[in-house]
């Protein structure tokens, strides 16, 4: 019997947090069912569109529904709320259906979920009495919980679905998808806002009767229970998580000591590294905000005073690579975020512990001006990566109105630059909007549009090349006993065998690879006895001396042939491609071989 209170309890608990968030319901049953049909018809990108812009919508009723709770009580102003969140999803949909799903699209749709869920974290703790450290614990417990309860949900639904489909009936992979969207998109979500405390709300008055205490008494438990760390979880940021970090940073430390006039500076690799570490230690330094052992607190003392000098340094060492090779939005981000690791440090520094929130709408603001314009991250890494460029160009005399000059003869320096910014320009799809671009646009050809290769290794510049034959021209065959498809490169292995028979008598193709330097194809009898032979280097070696990149070409150009008194081998290349470097190269074909025994 004492389960029974407990199952009705938990349903009724689920039950006000659809109530609590009915919007939210809705918009997360239909991105659920968008999701359903995207994984049948496979057409995924329309209703993908769909689906995110639902979440988005429910996300947004999340964060106006807690605003609604810590400081109004008016319904109807709810409902205002309810059409805005609604109208959130409908613009952002409206923002992204014509567009590629691109890089662009997708750092601005997770720079607007982080907004939300800081929003999420900070709103129903503005002047109250409870901390943004208290909420963030909330919050974490609460995601942590509700992940690890649906993992083992759908990891139970996949059992069954294993077993019916092995001892009852044959069971559609797509069914592992299908529970996947149901359980991680609706029961996930809904699991976690059931978690989500109701904070002290705007005109809460003190209870007037014992029955009204009594459920007082109960909302104060279950919120001290999400707010403050169980046990086990203070064991671990205290004896483990804590520990961990410590160590870390003194290795850190020791690199930027011993390497601050050298390899600190330009080290690339050490920018996502530092922002890792800041993400870290600021996450650990809330988490341990709720915490009071020693280790909590010396952590608290310390930390912020270690962090603002590692990141203070790699924002100076971001700034200054800025300089010389102009701003992409990965390096804008990493800058963005050590100004704000920066100011977080020094808050925690001299603030108390419980006004840790400050940092909640300096993150929201900094946020928010990445992805708008004209102080976005792309826009600013745009014209960055186009004044870079302009200006190389400029200095080595290959610019004159809106005409490139191709120039071999420049410093590997100048050349890197230019490289880096046109594959930064051409990457995000801006090379449409550069007027000295246009013919490098239309073309795509590097080397023919300034002179030199793309890519280089070394003092030595890749050697690349590409051919593809014109496959609207139809192969002649009939001729020919069979025709073989297969592929030949400069990793060849002995073994690939291909057998047949002309009037009885039995055949075989092969490639030799006992000299890897000069592989062969070989025509043999059935006994090994050798009919012709065609060196397979005679394919690359025909097209060395042109270079670049050459689709469409006509069959006669792409065909070789050997020829004796047995037999007729005829190789036609549908693709082929060289790369050569310091080290080595790679080559590869994918040809047609047709044989005709004499």
């Known amino acids: 019997m004492k389960n029974k209170p407990s199952l009705r309890e938990r349903w009724q608990g689920l039950t006000d947090t659809v109530n609590r968030f009915p919007l939210t319901f809705i918009l997360l049953i239909t991105a659920v069912v968008s999701g359903e049909i995207a994984i049948e018809t496979q057409n995924n990108l329309i209703y993908f569109r769909l689906f995110l812009s639902f979440l988005i919508g429910a996300m947004a009723f999340i964060v106006l529904q807690l605003l609604y709770e810590r400081f109004f009580d008016n319904p109807l102003l709810r409902l205002i709320f309810v059409l805005i969140a609604a109208c959130a999803s409908i613009v952002y949909y409206i923002m992204i259906r014509n567009s590629d799903w691109d890089l662009i699209v997708s750092v601005r749709t997770l720079v607007i979920v982080f907004i939300l869920l800081i929003s999420l974290i900070w709103i129903p703790v503005i002047k109250n009495e409870h901390n943004f450290n208290e909420s ?51 029961i996930t979500p809904i699991y976690f806002l059931s978690m989500l405390p109701i904070y002290q709300e705007r005109g809460e008055q003190e209870p007037q009767d014992s029955s009204t205490g009594a459920d007082t008494d109960t909302k104060q438990t279950a919120l001290e229970k999400m707010t403050t760390p169980g046990k086990f979880l203070e064991s671990l940021i205290s004896y483990v998580i804590i520990p961990i970090t410590a160590v870390f940073t003194i290795i850190l430390l020791l690199y930027i000591i011993l390497n601050i006039t050298g390899e600190f500076w330009t080290d690339n690799l050490m920018e996502p590294l530092l922002v890792s570490y ?63 690791a920066v100011v977080a440090g020094l808050l925690f520094c001299f603030i108390p512990i419980r006004k840790n929130g400050i940092i909640a709408p300096i993150l929201i603001i900094l946020s928010l001006l990445s992805i708008l314009p004209p102080v976005d991250s792309f826009t600013l890494s745009k014209y960055s990566q186009i004044s870079i460029l302009r200006k190389a160009l400029e200095e080595n005399n290959m610019l004159e109105g809106d005409k490139i000059t191709p120039r071999r003869d420049l410093p590997e320096e100048v050349r890197n630059d230019i490289a880096k910014s046109v594959s930064y320009l051409d990457q995000m799809g801006y090379t449409d909007e550069v007027d000295f671009l246009s013919s490098y646009h239309i073309s795509k050809n590097f080397e023919n549009t300034f002179g030199f290769a793309q890519y280089g290794i070394g003092d030595k510049e890749l050697l690349s090349y590409y051919r593809s034959r014109n496959n609207a021209e139809p192969i002649p065959v009939a001729d020919y006993d069979y025709m073989i498809v297969t592929n030949v490169n400069n990793h060849y292995e002995d073994g690939n065998i291909y057998q047949f028979s002309v009037e009885g008598a039995g055949y075989q193709v092969r490639v030799d690879a006992s000299n890897l330097e000069q592989p062969l194809l070989l025509l043999e009898k059935e ?72």
């Open 527 to 598: 006994d090994g006895a050798e009919l012709l032979r065609y060196e397979l280097n005679d394919i690359f070696d025909a097209f060395l001396a042109e270079g670049g990149a050459k689709d469409a070409v006509a069959t006669s150009e792409m065909t070789f042939q050997e020829e004796n008194d047995t037999a007729l081998v005829t190789i036609i290349a549908n693709s082929i491609s060289y790369n050569e470097w310091n080290s080595g190269s790679d080559r590869t074909a994918d040809v047609y071989v047709l044989i005709n025994i004499k």
């Open 278 to 340: 800041s993400i870290t230690v600021i996450i650990v330094y809330l988490l341990s905000s709720t915490i009071q052992n020693p280790f909590a607190r010396y952590f608290r003392m310390i930390f912020p005073k270690v962090l603002v000098p590692v990141v203070l340094f790699e924002t100076i060492s971001a700034i200054l690579k800025t300089g010389e090779v102009g701003i992409t939005y990965g390096r804008y981000y990493a800058m963005l975020f050590g100004i704000f």
């Open 136 to 186: 963030f614990m909330a919050v974490f417990k609460a995601f942590f919980i509700s992940v690890f309860f649906d993992g083992v949900l759908y990891l139970g639904v996949v059992l069954i679905i294993a077993a019916t489909n092995m001892l009852i009936v044959r069971v559609d992979s797509d069914a592992y998808v299908h529970a996947a969207n149901l359980i991680f998109v609706l």
